[in-house]
């Protein structure tokens, strides 16, 4: 079983490399290391050695690896679907074990697929009907990110300017100085009395 | 007692020095359609035990590797991937037909460098005594003649550390799904090798050379009278297929 899972990781990471020739020529560079994913709360895990026909994927090996991402299953499909690796790093849903400049480009490689759809489709369907598809799908989902973004901006308008449900984001920036000058003047109070109490012990 | 000039082809009784010859007719004749074959004959889960055996082989970086009887090379490829630059892989088979498919998909493959090519006997290795870190032989010692033989060389080519990887067929556990097994070997598998390969009589041989070989504990055995210490076997599929290992300490 847990043969057919690294079998089908590898099939689809090596399918996807294929419709990107460029990325697969610079896996090159990575022939023959060892890269490790810890999918944390899981206890899966997964090593990925890139040769010179694509990425071999294993559930075991007993030579340590020269890198280990360690992350949940959700961070990696997020890393997968384009986000910034350092992004992840640094909000510490990402840990990096090894040789960690490898994990950055080799999290980046993989993040950044340029995969060509519509000249896949063209394959099979001819220029004329994939180049009409992918346009028809690019609008759809420039529509879908428009729709998207005008309902995050009004349901926000919504509720901080028409039922006054939440501050507005200037309120919202006031109100915490005011609690950091107040927190600030409260300290430098403690201070003073701490001060005062021991003058007076002194005495 | 049987007769020491006489070994199995199959369930027929041949003459040692002819075994050779008819396992070679055999492999001439379906290297052209070895991997199509295989896929059909196990439904593609032979990719899954050798990707296992792969996973318990211990390859490392900078190994020297033997892989005997590698038939089309899906052994040596990850191999070849594992062992990186500063590696080596020895592809071998006694069959000429079988090495040249072999050869030519490693380098469609891009697979160079690191990888040479050997028509060897897997009973006669000519290797000076301990140097390699993993002898591997998948799906190839029942169709060697003396396989006492044939694990004595291996011990000796090892190095001490090294390891002994065989993966083949062995014998199922009783039960429903032997019988399965069974039909499916004998009945489907020659009438299948006939439809693709145009042979059945090959695919016969092949059916009946997994019966005939010996069952996971009698390799294990041998094994151990070859010398191979912290000797082990891994049933796959409800022990159609068998990975044994054994360490030169």
């Known amino acids: 079983m847990s043969a057919m899972l690294s079998a089908s990781v590898e099939a689809v990471l090596n399918r996807l490399l294929s419709l990107d020739p460029i990325s697969l020529q610079r896996l090159q560079a990575y022939h023959g290391k060892r890269i490790e994913l810890d999918f944390k709360g899981t206890g899966m895990r997964l090593f990925l050695v890139p040769g010179s026909d694509g990425i071999a994927v294993y559930q075991q090996l007993e030579e340590a690896a020269d890198c280990t991402l360690s992350a949940t299953p959700l961070v990696f499909a997020r890393m997968g679907m384009g986000a910034e690796a350092s992004d992840q790093l640094f909000s510490g849903q990402l840990e990096i074990r090894g040789d960690t400049a490898l994990g950055h480009s080799f999290g980046r490689l993989l993040a950044g697929l340029h995969i060509d759809w519509e000249e896949q489709l063209a394959a099979i369907s001819g220029d004329l009907i994939a180049h009409n598809i992918a346009s028809g799908v690019r609008s759809g989902l420039q529509w879908l990110s428009d729709t998207h973004q005008r309902l995050d901006k009004d349901l926000k308008e919504y509720l901080q300017e028409e039922v006054q449900a939440m501050p507005s984001d200037y309120e919202l920036q006031e109100w915490l100085q005011a609690v950091d000058t107040l927190r600030d003047d409260v300290e430098r109070l403690q201070a003073r009395v701490e001060r005062l109490q021991a003058r007076r012990s002194a005495q | ?249």
Request: with cysteine; charged share 25%; glycine share 8%.
């Open chain 2, 1 to 249: 007692m049987s007769d020491p000039e006489s070994t199995h082809f199959g369930y027929q009784k041949v003459a040692k020095d002819d075994k050779q010859n008819r396992v070679k007719a055999v492999f001439d004749s379906v290297a052209g359609r070895y991997d199509v074959m295989n896929d059909l004959m196990s439904l593609g889960i032979h990719r899954l035990w050798k990707r296992t055996a792969i996973e318990m082989s211990g390859v490392r970086k900078g190994h020297q590797v033997l892989d005997l009887a590698a038939g089309t090379g899906d052994l040596s490829s990850r191999f070849s991937t594992l062992v990186g630059d500063d590696g080596f892989v020895l592809m071998s088979d006694i069959n000429a037909a079988m090495l040249q498919q072999g050869r030519e998909r490693m380098l469609d493959e891009g697979h160079s460098g690191n990888i040479a090519y050997a028509q060897i006997n897997a009973e006669q290795l000519p290797f000076a005594e301990n140097s390699f870190d993993c002898i591997s032989i998948g799906f190839g010692l029942r169709n060697v003649t003396d396989k006492q033989c044939a694990l004595n060389a291996m011990f000796a080519a090892l190095r001490p550390g090294g390891r002994a990887l065989i993966l083949e067929f062995s014998k199922p556990a009783p039960g429903p799904f032997k019988t399965l097994y069974d039909t499916w070997s004998f009945q489907v598998l020659p009438r299948l090798g006939k439809l693709v390969a145009s042979d059945s009589d090959s695919y016969q041989y092949l059916a009946e050379s997994i019966r005939m070989h010996p069952d996971q504990e009698t390799l294990k055995g041998m094994m151990q009278e070859a010398g191979f210490e912290r000797c082990d076997f891994r049933n796959l599929s409800n022990g159609i297929v068998a990975i044994h290992r054994g360490f030169k300490i």
